[in-house]
């Protein structure tokens, strides 16, 4: 049998376009995942509640062309994807408890029931592991156990990260295979390691606190956890989209005035408003006593004042198999930015996180995952 569409990857995109492609004009589709159950991804997001999308949606949370990221939010917005849930009974709400504007579900288990529902005519085949495709008059998907031959094959197979979890870099193979570009893949969404002057970091461990880090020119606001491997926590994983090297600096007293407590007799761990671990780790990484506030000297001041403003390069970062997502993938510029065809092959389509576009940690990577997925389908011929 010759399918009218494959689908590789059911994940978050490849789980949408399956519920949406026309049912009418593609009687035979089949989805085929590595993993045993679909939807593997989302089960894990969001702590089992899967951040599904963000109050704040723009193109500006996103590196890529954010021309296309505009586009394709036309034709599926955040609002669109809430009703789309909404219709579907998966309840969301507002709750900005990992980063602003976050919406969560009740739990994950409910967006895969959904999906499991709404992709029920389509034909799985799981546990089957994409290793190559080749095209002569059709496609043919070469998986450990068969081929699979289509028409028009969707790649909705992600990056690189979590590969306890089948990733795999099977779309940009293909994405190769067939003459397309492939911008850098990298980590991101992931915590930082840090060099031997910032190993006062790990003694710290499980303590977290608010603060801003800059970075390229950006300010990102959020919680810190302090790591044994260096530093994680949202705002960090937002700074790692847009860190590649060399410096960033943090303000671990966000919208604070440090003057405002340098005044009275009590010692510094008690006068500043944060974890007394930490000031206790902080002064002893710049040779500080922990002394009455009253008794410092101005240099002593200068050097405490470092706190709204420690700047430091990360060593790295935790690597792939923690990163949320990757950063880099299929260029966009060879991609119909409406249906997502590759310019390079007929009939051959890429949506998802396998392209060049990373949104910042707050759901705004499964919200690109779904609105590229409906696009394509909406605009497939
Ligand atoms: C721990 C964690 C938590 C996250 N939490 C959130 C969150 O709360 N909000 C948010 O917006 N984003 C979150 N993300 C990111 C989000 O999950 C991804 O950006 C999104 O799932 C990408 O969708 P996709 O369809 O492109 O790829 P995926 O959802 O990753 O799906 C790809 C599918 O392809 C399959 N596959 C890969 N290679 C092969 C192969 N060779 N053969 C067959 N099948 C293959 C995989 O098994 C997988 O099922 C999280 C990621 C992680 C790792």
Known sequence: MIYDIAIIGAGASGLMFASNFDKKKYKNVCLIDANPKIGEKIKISGGGKCNITNEYVSSKNYLGNRKLVDEVFK???????????????????????????????????????????????????????????????????????????????????GGLSYPKLNASSIAYDIAQKFGHSIVRCEPALVGFTVQKEQFWFKNLSGISLDAKVFVEGKEIEGSLLFAHK????????????????????IDFLANKNIEDFL?????????????????????????????????????????????????????????????????????????????????????????????DITGELGGFNFQFAFSSAISCSRYLK
Not at 122 to 137: A, E, G, P, S
Not at 233 to 239: D, F, K, N, S, Y
Not at 278 to 307: G, P, R, T
Request: net charge positive.
């Open 230 to 249: 260096g530093c994680s926590g949202p705002v960090i994983l937002t700074t790692s989209l847009y860190w590649k090297k060399g410096k960033i600096a």
């Open 263 to 355: 005044k009275g007799n009590k010692k510094i761990s008690s006068a500043l408003p944060l974890p007394k671990r930490f000031i206790q780790e902080f002064l002893s990484s710049i040779n500080l006593e922990d002394k009455a506030v009253s008794s410092l000297s101005d240099e002593e001041k200068e050097k405490l004042k470092n706190l709204k403003y420690y700047e430091f390069s990360p060593a790295g970062n935790f690597g792939f198999s923690k990163a949320e997502v990757t950063r880099g993938g299929i260029s966009t510029d060879e991609i119909n930015h409406k249906t997502f065809e590759s310019l390079k092959q007929k009939d051959l389509y890429f949506i998802g996180e396998c392209l």
């Open 75 to 157: 034709t599926f917005s955040k609002d669109d994807l809430l009703k789309f849930l909404n219709k579907n009974q998966v309840f969301t709400k507002l709750d900005p408890r990992l980063t602003k504007g976050t919406y969560f579900c009740k739990s994950s288990s409910d967006v895969i029931s959904m999906f499991s529902h709404l992709t029920s005519k389509v034909r799985k085949y799981l546990n089957t592991k994409v290793l190559d495709i080749d095209f002569n008059k059709n496609f043919k998907i070469k998986t450990q156990n068969q081929i699979i031959e289509a028409k028009k094959v969707i790649i909705a197979s």
